[in-house]
């Protein structure tokens, strides 16, 4: 019964397995492309896109009112089923037409031309960092589902290479058993591992499976897409000490920029709202013609002048509308303040968790070694019946484990260098 089980798991070991096929048959992108097309489908970013193009429209307003008039044309015709007095040609007629185009021009209007501009300004600076703050998101997404992919691989190999030696190593045992020079206890821890690692082989694969799909809805493909290759050397120093990259964090980075020109525009919307109690000053002219056909033209009339406007009272929507931005203003502000810290915080967290994560890869790098080196003596030494098979076990696990570490370490130096660069709204290395 015992060699039965064994022949089964070996036969079960051998047999290929469906992913090596399906990763030959799914498409394959490489990380610059995974960005391209990941930043034109992400809603976040399109809508970041949409904010610059309201906030632009915006300014370009903002601008007008200071050199051009609003213009409006209006004309109409009535008809009546008895005849009338018509005022343009003094005439009794059916019908009469009218046409008019006014024009207005606001001289001065207690400032608040100036102030809306300001409030323009401000809020197109915030659109343009957040687009930016939006695109490294989004690059941050894509590059951790791209090393997923890549990482999940690894490790798909790492557990089909427990399943290899586990495999040779229930061979060399089975063979020692019919000799005589193992008990059948050997075969059977074997077999043990070997179950586990097949186990752990098949959960892997399922795993890499769903992050080759979650890459593929990550750049709007209906399906699975496998991850190019990218150099797995050890990444060097950063080439930024931390405290410039919070200085610059601090005065480039997209999140504070954002934060301050949103305290800026909220000022200014502040300073908008003071400005109702102060008299507007308007320029106005039109023109006006009645007929009893289009274009009328038998009496025009041209009208010009100014108008000064001092509401005293308006039933106290000036002053709810002073403590809304008061209290709009003092939000900004105090949100500023906040993301001043926490940029702060987030960069030295970003550059000590890369630093951590260099020095974590070259120690698991060490560590396998290590493993390796440890997992042959104990394969020698098992095979001249001087060790246990516990022994020849735990130093199996312990090369897959150590192997699975420097996987994991070697993407955590990524992750942790996209969420700095993120912070700081720039690459830090051109090759990226």
């Known amino acids: 019964m015992i060699l039965e089980l064994i022949v089964l798991s070996q036969l079960a070991a051998a047999s290929p397995a469906p992913q090596a096929a399906e990763a ?29 193009d309201d906030a632009t429209w915006g300014r370009r307003a903002a601008l007008a009112v200071f050199v051009l008039p609003s213009v409006s044309l209006q004309t109409s015709l ?34 608040s031309k100036f102030f809306e501009l300001a409030r323009t300004r401000a809020e197109l600076e915030s659109a343009q960092a957040n687009e930016t703050r939006t695109r490294f998101a989004t690059a941050v997404l894509t590059e951790s589902d791209y090393y997923d992919v890549l990482a999940e691989t690894e ?22 058993v019919l000799t005589g020079a193992a008990v059948q206890t050997d075969s059977l821890q074997l077999l043990l591992e070997l179950t586990r690692a097949q186990v752990d082989l098949l959960r892997q694969q399922a795993t890499l499976r769903v992050a080759r799909v979650q890459l593929g809805r990550r750049i709007g493909y209906p399906g699975p897409v496998d991850a190019a290759p990218i150099d797995t050397t050890p990444m060097p120093d950063l080439p930024i000490r931390e405290d410039s990259a919070v200085s610059e964090a601090l005065m480039q980075g997209p999140e504070f920029r954002r934060s301050v020109a949103d305290e800026r525009a909220a000022s200014a919307a502040l300073k908008q709202a003071r400005a109702a109690y102060l008299p507007w000053v308007s320029l106005f002219a039109s023109w006006q ?23 005293l009272w308006n039933n106290a929507q000036r002053e709810i509308a002073l403590a809304r931005a008061r209290t709009a203003r003092d939000v900004a502000r105090a949100v500023m303040e906040d993301t001043e810290l926490a940029v702060r915080r987030d960069v030295i967290q970003a550059y000590q968790a890369y630093n951590t994560a260099r020095a974590a890869e070259d120690l698991a790098l060490q560590g396998v070694t290590v493993a390796r080196e440890n997992l042959d003596v104990q394969n020698t030494r098992y095979r001249a019946g001087a060790t246990t098979i516990l022994d020849l076990l735990s130093a199996q696990v312990a090369l897959s484990e150590a192997e699975a570490a420097a996987v994991q370490a070697r993407y955590a130096t990524r992750l942790a260098l ?15």
């Open 289 to 311: 013609g009645f007929d009893e056909k289009y274009f009328p033209e038998a009496t025009t009339r041209t009208l010009y002048g100014f108008q000064v406007t001092f509401p």
């Open 155 to 176: 490790l798909t190999r790492v557990a089909s290479d427990r399943v290899r030696r586990a495999r040779e190593q229930l061979a060399v045992a089975r063979a020692r």
């Open 24 to 52: 030959d048959s799914i498409p394959t992108v490489t990380l610059e492309q995974a960005l391209q097309a990941a930043a034109l489908l992400d809603p976040n970013y399109v809508a970041a896109l949409g904010g610059i």
């Open 78 to 111: 009535t008809k009546a089923s008895d005849p009338f007095f018509n005022v343009g040609t003094g005439d009794i007629a059916s019908q009469i037409v009218d046409a008019r185009v006014q024009l207005g021009y606001d001289l001065f209007r207690g400032g």
């Open 418 to 432: 996209a969420g700095l660069e993120a912070l700081l709204g720039r690459r830090l290395f051109t090759d990226r």
